[in-house]
């Protein structure tokens, strides 16, 4: 869990050559969206500092008497007589779970793409990241309960029953993002990252109950919250029935009136999830969908690194 | 601008539907689903003005539209004036007012509507028109020529012409549209100049079933001539009308009453069916007559007491054809003078048979007074008497006053009975040494050759009765007719010897027979056809019409001649002299007309066609194929005033509504197109920023 991005390269540097999500978004097949992002995003970091999360090499020391021969180096033994200890940071396997929300309000999108495309693209994108460097991953879906739930696991064929469970369509009418946090708390025994990804589009006092719960079973959590252009500007320009797609309720409305109303308590709302977020050490990361999905894959990477900073910070300062 | 059907321009109204479409339909139709409206406070939608101007052109365009169907529907048409009124050609329309001054005019207020109907349409002419009225009943009058119209001040001529009118009143006459019509249009086209312009006949009238329609049928019409009707309505339809079958009575010789036959009509529109036929106050004095709806019944009125002399009929709607006038039948007294030395009741001689053929009819009594050869005739017996038949035995002063008798413009007629009759004619005729002969007939001798063209011979003409050949002659005598001076051979013999000769003398003639009509010389006596020859002769002989026993309105009565002048005295008291020719043609009202002297009366009563009310049916004026303008021209269907066929014409004219459809087309295109960009630019606003 140490070598987290370093962040050296500016994610900027290289957006121009990044893909345009609506664009990704016509590519059928969800893993090869994934592997599409992913890909693109090697090239776009060229040679990368980063070697992986898990086995680290981080020193030689002197054989002394006492320590254990298996750790001893051989190759330099036969090579130069010499005896030298190698020394490994201690590192498991990433075990990371993903919790995507599939419910309906997800299924909005102004841009051609819903905003259940683009989760379920970042959140195979991150699974194939992640099963490439050996890490575990798992998959949780949800709506008002959990539809699918895939343990964490690296082993051949498990990333692609996830890319078939993400591919679900959205069913549920409802977002309850507090009972599939819980059920996470329950499920995910062993402490792991859990990636969740979602509208928010709900309260969030329950959602930071249920992080909390989720942050006190010692798992690192990193919040996606997807919001669709429209629904940040709430651009529309003619007066309609705007019809809400989980409950079914519907309005009169006037869009040039209730906008600013509406972008205000939205603004309220995110700020809210931001700060429940940060009140628990959770990285809250707001996405455009306009924004192409490179761009979260770093936000995610660089999360991952300034935590990975903050743990050994915290590690050096005991 | 006018309009012709101004009601369509409530469609006009309709456009308040798009603006209301266009104020709320955005707040209706669409639907947007959202992803969660958690964050939204209901707001109510509002119309901004702003909502308006972004489609105001395509809502005036839509207005537009509508508008523009709604006013070519309402047919407008600017009201010309009369200056510029003239036909494409700079021509007046030739115009002839034909207004009906028939007796079932009287009704109502039909003549009040006519007037009114005539004057609307007088004053509706322009200067360029040459305008004519006429008033017609049985014969039609010009009340005001072209010519007269047009030498008067162009501001002058309505009133002028609606004076005349004014001045008018329906008489008794029955109607004859056809004479009316062919006249007014003698009228507009004799008159025609060398631009052809536009001739129009308007007819004002009632329309009744009744009017004669006598020359339009197939009549060939001029291009540019229209007829119009304008007819006028009565309220009330129902009329019935008594008429009396006169001249039917000598079949109810067994009935001592000499009871007069009265026919009921009644109208097909009538409500009533019961009527009461009274000729005097008594309450006996009537009859009741039931007669349905359509129908007509004779009812037969019992001899009339002495005084009464009309029937009058009540129980219907019009009272102006309820008095019917009568008079016992007053046969006419035809005398007839035979000179000869025929005994009475001689069966081999002329008389005989003469006055057998002669009977008495309810018209006429010849009485034939026969005079020996001793007697004296008087000369105003010879001046009345009607026709002298010369048997044998007739003197020379017989004869002599005979020969006057014809001279004076009648008929002698002479059957010879020998060889020697033709010493008589020679007398008769003043040839000296005339003789004829008698024809060696073997078996007998038929007549060939007949001269139909004769008045005598007339009555025969028709194939069915000119069969000649069932009589046979005889005995006949042979007379040379070239020694006859101006004689006329009517009949001959197969031998080509003449039969019956006309011989003119003076004014008149003598009809010479070469075989009498006795049986000892032939069968003509006892032929069918003797009867009708005697009579041809009688009738061409005095040259009276026949007798009738009653006169409409509108007929003349023929007094019998003779050297007095006569001095008839009308219904209303009124005397008036008669022509010399003993004509007498101004009955225009119903009664009993007196002639003086001698007392002579007659009855003058409406014409019964006047009687028949109804309005006139459609198809039998569709049938006359009149150059009607259009369809509401017929009389069921004109219930437009003139003005507003004027406004047709004029709308028909000018058709402004082909072009507000047009205009409403293009702008539906215009709307089209701009209503398609607007959809397509909604429908993919990225395409625009």
């Excluded at chain 1, 708390?185 to 589009?201: M, P, T, W």
């Excluded at chain 1, 959602?207 to 079973?217: D, G, I, P, Q, R």
């Excluded at chain 2, 007037?115 to 006429?134: F, I, M, N, Y």
């Excluded at chain 2, 007069?260 to 009527?275: G, H, W, Y």
């Amino acid at each position: 869990m140490s070598a987290a991005p370093t962040s050296t390269t500016s994610p900027q540097a290289g957006g121009a050559s990044f893909l345009d999500p609506k664009a990704l978004m016509a590519i059928r097949n969800l893993e090869l969206r994934a592997r599409t992002v992913v890909e693109g995003f090697w090239h776009g970091i060229h040679r990368s500092p980063y070697h992986g999360f898990s086995v680290e090499f981080t020193e030689y020391r002197p054989y002394a008497q006492g320590d254990d021969p298996r750790y001893l180096d051989w190759r330099l033994v036969a090579r130069t007589d010499r005896y030298f200890i190698k020394k490994f940071e201690d590192e498991t396997n990433l075990r990371c779970s993903l919790v995507v929300d599939g419910s309906r309000s997800m299924a909005f999108g102004s841009r051609g793409f819903t905003k259940a495309d683009y989760a379920r693209t970042l959140a195979a994108t991150l699974a194939y990241f992640l099963s490439h460097q050996g890490d575990a991953t798992g998959l949780l879906t949800f709506d008002e309960q959990v539809r699918e739930y895939l343990p964490a696991r690296n082993r051949p064929g498990h990333l692609r029953h996830l890319m078939l469970a993400l591919e679900k369509p959205a069913s549920g009418n409802s977002t309850d993002v507090a009972t599939p946090l819980r059920r996470v708390a329950e499920l995910v025994r062993k402490r792991s990252l859990v990636v969740l990804i979602s509208d928010l589009l709900a309260p969030v006092e329950a959602f930071s109950e249920a992080l909390a719960l989720v942050t006190a079973s010692r798992h690192e959590v990193i919040v996606f919250q997807v919001i669709d252009p429209a629904e940040r500007t709430f651009d529309f320009d003619q007066a309609a029935r705007f019809l809400d797609m989980e409950t079914g309720r519907d309005l009169f409305l006037d869009p040039s009136l209730a906008r600013a109303d509406y972008v205000r308590r939205l603004e309220a709302h995110v700020e809210s999830v931001r700060a429940s977020c940060e009140g628990l050490g959770v990285s809250h990361m707001l996405l455009d969908t306009s924004k192409p999905l490179e761009l979260a894959l770093f936000d995610f990477l660089k999360a991952r690194s300034v935590r990975g900073k903050l743990i050994r910070r915290k590690g050096a300062a005991a | 601008m006018n309009f012709l059907a101004p009601f369509f321009l409530f469609g006009a109204l309709a456009i308040a539907g798009p603006i209301i479409f266009h104020l709320i339909r955005r707040t209706t139709r669409e639907v947007k689903p959202f992803s969660s409206l958690m964050f939204l406070q209901p707001t109510p939608p509002r119309v901004t003005s702003k909502s308006r101007i972004e489609n105001l052109w395509l809502l005036l365009l839509r207005c537009l539209v509508l508008l523009a169907l709604a006013l070519g529907f309402a047919r407008p048409f600017f009201r010309e004036s009369s200056a510029k009124t003239a036909d494409a050609g700079g021509q007046g329309r030739r115009l002839a007012i034909l207004v009906d001054t028939s007796a079932s005019m009287r009704r109502e207020t039909l003549w009040a509507q006519a007037h009114e109907k005539a004057e609307a349409l007088l004053h509706s002419t322009t200067p360029l028109d040459a305008v004519t009225l006429l008033t017609f009943d049985r014969t039609p009058r010009v009340l005001v020529d072209m010519e007269r119209w047009r030498t008067t001040a162009v501001e002058e001529r309505a009133p002028n012409a609606v004076r005349q009118l004014a001045a008018v009143r329906p008489g008794w006459h029955g109607t004859n549209l056809g004479v009316a019509v062919l006249q007014a249009l003698d009228l507009i086209s004799g008159a025609r100049e060398t631009v052809p312009s536009r001739g129009e006949i308007v007819v004002i009238s009632d329309m009744q079933e009744g009017m004669r329609l006598d020359g339009l049928q197939g009549f060939e019409w001029p291009p540019n001539v229209t007829v119009r009707f304008e007819s006028v309505k009565a309220t009330k339809l129902g009329n019935a009308a008594a008429q009396w079958l006169a001249g039917g009575e000598q079949r109810d010789a067994a009935d001592k009453d000499e009871k007069l036959r009265v026919r009921i009509s009644n109208a097909t529109d009538a409500k009533t069916e019961r009527f009461r036929i009274a000729w005097g106050a008594a309450a006996d004095a009537g009859l009741d007559a039931y007669v349905p709806a359509g129908q007509s019944t004779v009812i037969r009125v019992p001899k009339l007491p002495e005084g009464a002399n009309k029937l009058t009929l009540t129980g219907d709607d019009a009272d102006f054809d309820n008095t019917l006038w009568l008079l016992p039948p007053q046969p006419r007294r035809v005398p007839v003078i035979f000179l000869g030395a025929d005994a009475e009741d001689d069966t081999r001689g002329s008389l005989f048979y003469l006055r057998r053929a002669f009977q008495q009819t309810p018209q006429e009594i010849v009485e034939i007074s026969a005079r020996r050869a001793g007697d004296a005739v008087a000369a105003f017996e010879f001046q009345n008497a009607q026709l002298v038949v010369i048997g044998d035995g007739a003197t020379d002063a017989q004869l002599a006053g005979a020969r006057q008798f014809a001279r004076d413009g009648r008929l002698a007629v002479m059957p010879m009975t020998s060889p020697a009759s033709a010493e008589a004619l020679g007398r008769l005729l003043e040839i000296p040494g005339f003789t004829a002969s008698e024809a060696v007939v073997r078996e007998y001798a038929l007549l060939a050759q007949i001269d139909f063209q004769s008045p005598l011979f007339a009555p025969f003409a028709d194939p069915r009765f000119s069969d000649f050949t069932k009589i046979h002659f005889w005995h006949h005598r042979r007379l040379d007719a070239a020694k006859l001076p101006g004689a006329q051979v009517l009949a001959s013999f197969e031998s080509r010897d003449p039969a019956i000769l006309r011989i003119p003398l003076g004014k008149g003639g003598v009809i010479v027979f070469a075989s009498s009509w006795r049986p000892p010389d032939s069968q003509l006596a006892l032929s069918s056809k003797f009867i009708p020859l005697l009579h041809a002769i009688l009738d061409d002989s005095s040259g009276l019409p026949p007798a009738r026993a009653q006169y409409f309105v509108g007929d003349e009565i023929i007094l019998p001649p003779g050297p007095q002048s006569f001095t008839m005295r009308k219904p209303d008291g009124t005397d008036a002299p008669v022509s010399a020719g003993g004509k007498f043609a101004g009955t225009d009202l119903p009664g009993i007309y007196v002639a003086n002297p001698g007392e002579l009366r007659f009855v003058v009563n409406l014409d019964p066609e006047e009687s028949r009310t109804s309005p006139l049916a459609r198809d039998r004026l569709a049938a006359l194929a009149l150059p009607t303008e259009s369809e509401n021209a017929a009389p069921a269907a004109s219930a437009g005033d003139g003005l507003h066929a004027t406004a047709a014409d004029t709308e028909q004219r000018q058709k402004l509504w082909r072009w507000l459809v047009l205009a409403a087309v293009m702008l539906l295109l215009v709307e089209t197109a701009i209503a398609a960009k607007l959809c397509a630019t909604k429908r993919n606003p990225a395409a625009t920023p």
